[in-house]
T-cell receptor, first 109, second 109 residues
Framework: TQLLEQSPQFLSIQEGENLTVYCNSS?????LQWYRQEPGEGPVLLVT?????EVKKLKRLTFQFGDARKDSSLHITAAQPGDTGLYLC?????????FGSGTKLNVKP | NAGVTQTPKFRILKIGQSMTLQCAQD?????MYWYRQDPGMGLKLIYY???????DKGEVPNGYNVSRSTTEDFPLRLELAAPSQTSVYFC????????FGEGSWLTVV
């Protein structure tokens, strides 16, 4: 049973397009994190959101935490080939972090 | 400052063999975690520890054991390796942010 469901599982788009990745759960989390992972490497933290309704921007990436702290979205504007990778969300539950199944993004030049 | 160090990086085990994956951090973090990641998937929590002498099960603890005799070290033990344990294993520790090791690729044949 996956505590965190991510959608879509796979996304292949052209450079310059916009996209949104979703992370949903039936559980409430104290914090939610987004990571990007490249093949053969460990996940790299992009952002942490802790307040319901919070929106954070990181250059072309916009992260939103749902009001009820059960879901989150990652929006990328004008995607570039360098954005290619596996995007993971992780929910913080006091001592533990549970990861979603990931969204594999491929941005074609 | 080495961060989180995992050894070995790669290992091939035969079914039924035992081995220990080592994890060490030099940041004096209390919280440490072991995850496994199957190809193209998210990370699943195996075990975690909130401090020396304290460990607890995560989502997928069966077939594994851990110990935390010091703050720095958090080894993961596989007692009777099975093909289902073929995976990439990541150790992590948490301070102001989460730090991942570089991963250990384990194949059980």
């Amino acid at each position: 049973t996956q505590l965190l469901e991510q959608s879509p599982q796979f996304l292949s788009i052209q450079e310059g397009e916009n996209l949104t990745v979703y992370c949903n759960s039936s559980s409430v989390f104290s914090s939610l994190q987004w990571y990007r992972q490249e093949p053969g490497e460990g996940p790299v933290l992009l952002v942490t959101v802790v307040t319901g309704g919070e929106v954070k921007k990181l250059k072309r990436l916009t992260f939103q935490f749902g009001d009820a702290r059960k879901d989150s979205s990652l929006h990328i504007t004008a995607a570039q080939p360098g954005d290619t990778g596996l995007y993971l969300c992780a929910g913080g539950d006091f001592n533990k972090f549970y990861f979603g199944s990931g969204t594999k993004l491929n941005v074609k030049p | 400052n080495a961060g989180v160090t995992q050894t070995p990086k790669f290992r091939i085990l035969k079914i039924g063999q035992s081995m220990t994956l080592q994890c060490a951090q030099d940041m004096n973090h209390n919280y440490m975690y072991w995850y496994r990641q199957d190809p193209g998937m998210g990370l699943k929590l195996i075990y975690y520890s909130v401090g020396a002498g304290i460990t607890d099960k995560g989502e997928v603890p069966n077939g594994y054991n851990v110990s935390r005799s010091t703050t720095e070290d958090f080894p993961l033990r596989l007692e009777l390796a099975a093909p289902s344990q073929t995976s990439v294993y990541f150790c992590a520790s948490v301070g102001n942010t989460i730090y991942f090791g570089e991963g250990s690729w384990l194949t059980v044949v």
